[in-house]
């Protein structure tokens, strides 16, 4: 009777212990209530997985008579094509993008695809070229921010810029975009010029 007695009294401490430890565990694991402004840790990790499992990617976008760089988060990826119509895509969302009227009203991208040539072809709804209103400044910027955007987020030679499926001229009669662009959107530009020919 006393060994059991003597086990009974050198057990219940080590067990009110183990029980406290773990009631203190779940609080701490699992407390989440709203109203304390402290994260639960398991919250803390989600959070932590979800930024880590994040990327950041570049939108360059017309702003004034320069080009604006917002960072966006997609999804972890190291498909090019999902980063290129993230970041491309962005740009005629205009999601995040504070500059509304930085692209023609309802344009959109209709595909993006990447040549064994290493260009990036992009291509764009007519709307890009039927609703610009704006001088030679305006279209550089656009031709310029999609470049740029492409440029920044992927390696590639160079971008093209197709409409409905098909090249083009021009998108606003100042810039010619039946060739790819890098040439026009990596040339230093004097912005009085430009105002000169727009």
């Known amino acids: ?15 009110v212990v183990m029980a406290g430890t773990t009631a203190i565990y779940y609080y701490i694991m699992w407390k989440d209530d709203g109203r304390s402004g402290v994260m639960s840790l398991i919250a803390l990790k989600e959070r932590e997985k979800i930024v880590s499992d994040a990327q950041d990617v570049k939108v360059f976008y017309p702003e004034g008579a320069a080009l604006n760089i917002m960072i966006i988060k997609i999804k972890q990826t190291f498909d090019t094509m999902k980063i290129a119509e993230a970041a491309i895509g962005e740009l005629f969302n205009l999601n995040a993008i504070p500059n509304k009227e930085a692209f023609p009203s309802n344009a959109r991208v209709l595909g993006i695809y990447y040549g064994i040539d290493k260009i990036l072809y992009v291509d764009l709804s007519s709307e890009i070229k039927k609703n610009f209103q704006g001088d030679a400044m305006k279209e550089y910027l656009i031709i310029k921010s999609i470049y740029e955007t492409a440029a920044s987020n992927l390696e590639l030679d160079d971008v093209k810029i197709l409409i409905n499926g098909k090249e083009e001229e021009t998108i606003g009669g100042h810039y010619n975009i039946s060739v790819p662009i890098k040439r026009i959107a990596t040339q230093e530009v004097k912005f009085d010029e430009i105002r000169k020919h727009g």
Do not use: G, W
């Open 1 to 15: 009777m006393r060994k059991s007695k003597l086990i009974f009294m050198v057990l219940l401490p080590i067990v």
